[in-house]
């Protein structure tokens, strides 16, 4: 089992600045840009470290073409040092050309030493000229997870092709001055540390934005939309990694805030990063097991990318009007499924037994467990005005939805979940969730992932063997490593009371 992946994103380098700018307005990017960097692109953010499963270009295929038909017009290839690596980029670079999509290489300087400028400059000179390379005005586009320290211009002499540079460094910590332009990793309210809110202090990702569009005067931002995150890896991983970032209805929020501030380059993080939980592509993917499957069997997220699609299709166009490209009536859902305050400490020896509290790294209950709330949510995508009724356990809330994209949340009901559509008195379409809110430890550990699914259903979605391989080791109660979801839906208990949904807030995020 390779290790390699854990420590990903371990280390995140902060800025004093991010500090400074608590609460800016929603930022506006200079539209007279785009007409010299081809802007107003989206990517999303491709673990190549978990594919060495894959065995040809065509088992690719299938990611392309499923992001493509979203919207999405280049995956960013994560890749670390992996020795199976090149086999994987060559795979993915040959089924985008095959596809009609775009890739280009994202370092990941938890694994890459910033300080090899000539082999990071070699790796870019061995995919550069390919055809499905993404360029920038014939510039290849190259990006990264941390790595301030790398010497651009020692890096642009060594690769003899035209580069366009946009890595994830950071303000105040990196040179800016031989970018093109800069990746805001941080794409979760934050403390400015690499951890959920803290008191006092709570950093957006709209103010990080604004922090690197300072910094980036004229050069391109990369604005990281994400819809969660979660991780509970634990001493297997030599420190444990294990907390959340608070993101309830941050995807539907921040997808907004795009709309309106319309940066040069959006990044969805991730395609298929399993382990933290914010994959937004589906389970059966092909892919290995880095550990993450203890809290992601069973909790499909592909329903997210339907939300974003009209958002995708909207930017892109320029167009701050979502309800323009909504053509069929949607609800999305999602939720934890057990409340935030569910006390699993006796059986969650994922972290070993000492409560050992560490920053983000320490034993047991997940790190800012407390910035969760107990809600589930929900996103219409409506053609036409209609009511919007949730069943949560026995208690109903309607929520009169305009045409076009909405959000609400109720409070969680541990039980079955029950969402439909009416329209002038009518029916318009229903469905019972899968998975039940509940008063238990699945598997025995803390699994703060989302469950997300539609109505209308989407097909199932369960993860293959490959990436079901680690679900048993390390875990204190007996289980079976293998899908679980039921084939047909809970019954969902009778009504006795109705109340009224909160809004999704309206401030920026
Ligand atoms: C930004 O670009 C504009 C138009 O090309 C130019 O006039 C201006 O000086 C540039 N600003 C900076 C800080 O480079
Ligand atoms: C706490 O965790 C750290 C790092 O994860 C480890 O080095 C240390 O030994 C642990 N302490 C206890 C008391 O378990
Ligand atoms: C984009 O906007 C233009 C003008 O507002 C409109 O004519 C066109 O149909 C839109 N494109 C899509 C894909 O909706
Ligand atoms: C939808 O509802 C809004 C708010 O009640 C109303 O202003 C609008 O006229 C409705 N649209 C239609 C087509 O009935
Ligand atoms: C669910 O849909 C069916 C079929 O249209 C309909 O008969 C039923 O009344 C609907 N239930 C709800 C709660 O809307």
Not at 184 to 207: F, R, S
Not at 368 to 395: C, K, P
Request: proline letters at 5%; one cysteine or more.
């Amino acid at each position: 089992m390779q290790r390699i992946l854990y420590f990903r994103y371990f280390l995140v380098f902060l800025s004093a600045t991010f500090l400074t700018v608590l609460s800016a307005p929603i930022p506006h990017y200079d539209l007279s840009k785009r007409q010299t960097t081809g802007g107003k692109l989206v990517f999303s953010h491709f673990m190549i470290g978990i594919v060495s499963d894959r065995t040809s270009a065509s088992d690719y295929d299938a990611d392309m073409q499923r992001a493509k038909s979203y919207g999405i017009d280049a995956f960013a290839l994560n890749i670390g040092v992996d020795d199976y690596t090149d086999t994987q980029l060559e795979y993915a670079y040959e089924s985008a050309a095959n596809n009609d999509m775009k890739v280009f290489l994202s370092f990941d300087f938890n694994w890459w030493d910033s300080t090899d400028a000539s082999g990071i400059g070699s790796k870019i000179a061995q995919y550069g000229s390919k055809s499905a390379q993404l360029t920038i005005n014939g510039k290849v586009f190259v990006s990264s997870f941390s790595g301030d320290s790398l010497d651009i211009a020692t890096v642009c002499s060594i690769v003899g092709l035209d580069l366009f540079m946009a890595p994830n460094f950071h303000p105040g910590e990196g040179d800016f001055s031989n970018l093109n332009g800069a990746l805001n990793w941080m794409g979760w309210p934050n403390d400015g540390n690499n951890k959920a809110l803290q008191e006092g202090i709570d950093i957006t990702v709209t103010d990080g934005d604004s922090t690197y569009l300072t910094t980036l005067a004229n050069k391109s931002l990369i604005a990281l939309v994400s819809p969660w995150f979660f991780t509970h890896f634990g001493m297997e991983v030599t420190y444990s990694k294990n907390w959340v970032f608070p993101s309830d209805l941050l995807w539907y929020q921040h997808w907004n805030n795009i709309l309106t501030s319309v940066p040069e380059y959006v990044e969805i993080v991730t395609w298929n990063d399993y382990g933290e939980s914010h994959y937004v592509t589906p389970l059966s993917s092909p892919h290995t097991d880095d550990g993450g499957s203890k809290w992601v069997n069973d909790m499909p997220h592909d329903g997210w990318l339907d939300m974003a699609k009209p958002f995708i299709s909207a930017y892109k166009n320029g167009s701050t009007t979502v309800s323009d490209y909504i053509s069929d009536d949607q609800i999305i859902y999602w939720y934890r499924s057990t409340p935030r305050d569910i006390d699993c400490d006796f059986t969650d020896t994922t972290m070993g037994t000492a409560n050992n509290m560490s920053g983000n790294y320490f034993n047991g209950c997940p790190n800012s467990w407390e910035t969760l709330t107990d809600e589930v949510f929900v996103v219409s995508l409506l053609t036409a005005n209609g009511t919007v009724t949730v069943n949560s356990r026995s208690t109903e809330y309607s929520y009169d939805a305009l045409a076009g994209a909405s959000a609400f949340s109720v409070p969680m009901g541990v039980g079955a979940q029950a969402f439909a559509l009416t329209r002038d008195g009518g029916p318009v379409m229903n469905g019972t969730s899968l998975k039940e809110i509940v008063l238990e430890c699945v598997y025995g550990i803390y699994n703060f992932n989302a469950y997300v699914r539609t109505v209308p259903a989407r097909d199932s979605d369960s993860l293959q063997a490959d990436g079901l391989a680690a679900l048993t080791s390390g875990l204190a109660v007996a289980c079976e490593a293998t899908p679980s979801l039921p084939a047909t839906a809970p019954a969902t208990v009778a009504v006795t009371a109705t109340a009224t949904p909160t809004p999704a807030p309206t401030v920026s995020v």
